[in-house]
């Protein structure tokens, strides 16, 4: 039974009209930009709940923040995806028999059973009230678009004669979710749809709506639909579009009606896609302004993957190196800070991360954020202190152990995409006298947050025996994201390549290696490879290359550490200079000329380089 049998008109109409007695004034008539004037901070539920958070996980987490992030500036609580669903599930999202909530004007309210303060109508206005007792503000997920089960019942459009049949299209329609059909702009009712959406949330007390399915592709009209309903709502709601890399042909176009757009796909606990981020970052540094931030994705630290859509219950993968070059590029890049784990599980290095008030600073107030210089994987940024007029210096170590090209490999499949004719290829490959075995699964060049890999049927035969590999333990598995998975894609679900299902197979995601010691007496080695369903019926991204060695392909490791040397007049200091590590607040040298500290690995240091011979408290 869905909320159509449960929600009261009466309530619904008053929250639809926000003529409750709590409902916020107005906001003053000003420019939305103000509403951010520094990059959105606080927690979301994604990366450790998926589309199954409950009530008291949110406030749990709000209780936390209030307590131990708040006076570092922390102040959003986001409920994500699907909220709305009572029955939804983790690796994945149950499309089978979802037990949708909505109104009888087709809009989405919360599930009940999730969200007990929302029965009797009440919607989302008790949770944002509990927030805004904390001095917290509160946030959700939405979908892009008209609900499909209200197009299907033809529900009115609260304010237009017309119904949500007269406002849809299914071009467009999320590949990985279809609740939902896109909004044809210009159409009767469509304008009236988005708008009626806001003054809900805006009677409900949101301060901040994350819009998913809207920025990869972009959908100009329903941005601007957006964009011109919350100006409409009569309340300040930060905008956030999401996810996938907004185009850079269209960041004026967002920047004029958004807060905050995704520049990645959805970014996990992987040092691949991490590594990433430094040529995103430099390409999206020129458009970071006061109110409109290009946005890095959430930070998958902490406890993650509790009841995930991907992974499983676990502390985050990144080293604490990794930990802290995430924290680093993301504060001098001015990201917003949207924290993923489970707060109430930090631990003291994790709640330390996000507490440096150094740090924090730079994120908060610094200006000309840019990469300095990126010499192969050794990476400079640096950014202004307008009240000092002192420089601030982040070094990164991005340093990896390098493969052997594919010209070396015994087999390599080329590239694999969604185009590929049944998005895998077969391969049958001679193993004569090979004692060694490793499947390497490489990102096809773009966005890898979506190269979800299979290896289909994978079996050893010879000598008048055939062994599935999967039968045999591997001696190491490394995945860019996740963990590799036998007879599972790597995010838990079935292995599905092409429309069809596989009960034998190897799950991973790219970058990724497998290492098997082969048993004697096997000459050839057959499997399948492709791209898997997760990856397949996203918008964009899923590109693969699967190579398989006989030899190690590893070449010599670097140094654990190097020296990364900055020239002063490089940032523009052509005196001496004193230098401070924000991560630890000590004074480091005093230098003339050139800096050379030493980097670790995968690490980063964050400096503030002051001209003066003695640095302002």
């Known amino acids: 039974m869905d909320a159509l049998r449960r929600f009261a008109f009466g309530s619904a109409w008053l929250l639809s009209t926000g003529l409750t007695a709590h409902a916020q004034k107005a906001a003053p008539k000003t420019d939305f930009h103000q509403w951010a004037a520094t990059p959105p901070m606080g927690w979301n539920s994604w990366d450790c709940y998926g589309p199954t958070v409950t009530e008291a996980e949110v406030r749990a987490n709000a209780d936390y923040m209030a307590k131990n992030l708040k006076s570092s500036g922390w102040e959003y609580v986001v409920v994500d995806i699907r909220w709305y669903v009572g029955n939804d599930t983790a690796h994945g999202y149950n499309e089978k028999n979802p037990d949708f909530n909505l109104d009888p004007y087709g809009r989405f309210v919360p599930a009940v059973n999730r969200f007990p303060s929302a029965a009797g109508g009440k919607g989302f206005k008790p949770l944002a009230d509990y927030m805004h007792a904390k001095g917290l503000k509160f946030g959700i997920h939405i979908m892009r678009g008209v609900p499909v089960v209200a197009v299907q019942r033809k529900l009115p459009i609260f304010g237009s004669k017309a119904t949500a049949a007269d406002i849809y299209s299914k071009e467009g329609q999320a590949g990985w979710l279809h609740d939902m059909y896109t909004v044809v702009a210009g159409r009767p009712g469509a304008q009236e749809y988005y708008d009626s959406l806001f003054k809900l949330y805006a009677a409900w007390g949101v301060d901040f709506v994350k819009v998913d399915d809207l920025s990869s592709p972009y959908h100009a009209p329903e941005v601007e639909m957006i964009r011109k309903a919350i100006n409409r709502s009569g309340r300040r709601i930060v905008l956030s579009t999401s996810p996938g890399e907004t185009p850079i042909a269209q960041a004026r176009h967002v920047a004029a009606h958004a807060n905050m757009w995704r520049t990645v796909g959805d970014f996990w606990d992987s040092w691949e896609q991490l590594k990433e981020h430094f040529e995103v970052c430099e390409r999206w540094a020129p458009h970071i302004a006061p109110g409109a931030w290009p946005d890095a994705d959430m930070l998958p630290l902490g406890r993650l993957g509790i009841r995930a859509e991907r992974g499983d219950d676990r502390m985050t993968r990144f080293t604490r190196d990794e930990q802290l070059t995430l924290m680093t590029l993301w504060s001098i890049f001015r990201s917003p800070l949207m924290f993923g784990g489970d707060l109430p599980s930090n631990d003291a290095f994790t709640l330390s991360l996000l507490t440096n008030k150094n740090v924090l600073a730079v994120h908060r107030n610094s200006t000309r954020n840019r990469q300095l210089f990126r010499r192969d994987n050794l990476v400079a940024w640096t950014a202004d202190d307008p009240a000092t007029g002192d420089k601030f210096l982040a070094l990164f170590n991005a340093q990896d152990q390098e493969l052997a090209p594919e010209s070396e490999a015994a087999w390599a499949s080329g590239l694999i ?116 369903q997760a990856g397949a019926v996203q918008n964009t991204g899923g590109t693969l290359s699967f190579l398989v060695f006989t030899k190690n392909p590893y070449r010599p490791a670097p140094a654990d550490s190097l020296q990364v040397p900055v020239a002063l007049q490089e940032l523009g200091v052509v005196a001496g200079a004193t230098v401070q590590d924000l991560w630890t607040g000590r004074e480091v040298a005093k230098v003339s000329g050139e800096f050379a500290p030493y980097i670790r690995r995968h690490g980063a240091k964050l400096y503030r380089i002051s001209k003066a011979k003695s640095i302002m408290k």
Do not use: C
């Open 417 to 532: 995409t969604r185009q590929t004719p049944g998005q895998s290829k077969a391969a049958d490959i001679d193993i004569t006298s090979a004692t060694k075995l490793y499947l390497n699964v490489r990102n096809g060049g773009d966005d890898s947050a979506w190269d979800h890999a299979d290896w289909l049927n994978p079996v050893l035969t010879g000598s008048g025996k055939s062994t599935p590999l999967g039968t045999l333990p591997w001696k190491s598995a490394t995945a860019g994201w996740g963990k590799v998975t036998i007879n599972k894609s790597v995010s838990g679900a079935d292995l599905m390549v092409g429309g069809k299902r596989y009960e034998a197979g190897i799950g991973t995601h790219s970058n990724s290696i497998i290492e098997y010691d082969l048993p004697a007496g096997y000459t050839r080695f057959s499997t399948t490879v492709g791209l898997d």
